[in-house]
């Protein structure tokens, strides 16, 4: 009798957990999975702002979790915020900008959307930022919000302790006050990596040569 007991409490507990974590499959990164392709990042093509070795400079890639990324079709696109709890953001993101993609990060347990389009109406150097939204699938909170000049959803990565990051590369051009153009062999830019709270971890200034 006791083993029959145990039996079927050791069933109950096993239903419980595949039925959660089925659940949460399903609210979570199965949210439109036939939405969308995976995503290779090997490296950037015509990365004009050296993101890859901006990176490298700040962060040991060998020490990332498992990041993959999966890429929104655009033709689902709206198919797949409809079944998040951002649409009313995700609309108002679009709203104000374009050449829009769409991303989901998964690493372990962590599910984020990643969205990057272009500031409308953007003039002088803002006509070469990116600007970015992240929101976690798991759970309702703050989206994360930066601007950079490089374009790649791997600028949103999770750390081998489950950290969230952000890389964003600025502007380091020098610029008279005169108004007179210097000629440069190189851009001048600054690399920074971020925490979740969007606190500065590091900075460095770097020569982009392409």
Known sequence: MVYKQITLYSLFLTFIFLNYNCKKEILTFDVGKDLMVSYKYSSIKNDNYCFNDV???L???????????????????????????????????CEYTFL??????KSGVNNYLVLIGKSRGATGIGVDYWNY???????KSKAIEFSSLSKTPKSIFFSKENGLHFIT????YPRPADGKELKLNYYPIIGSL????????KTIDYNCQN
Request: with cysteine.
């Open 55 to 57: 990176f490298d400079s």
């Open 59 to 93: 962060y040991n890639e060998k020490l990332l979790n498992d990041n993959r990324y999966f890429k929104i079709v655009n033709d689902s696109l709206s198919d797949f915020y409809k079944k998040t709890e951002y649409t009313e953001l995700i609309q108002q993101f």
């Open 100 to 105: 829009n993609e769409a991303y989901v990060l």
């Open 133 to 139: 939204q992240c929101y976690s699938l798991e759970k």
């Open 169 to 172: 590369i600025d502007d380091n």
């Open 194 to 201: 971020y925490n979740e709270k969007e606190e500065i971890i």
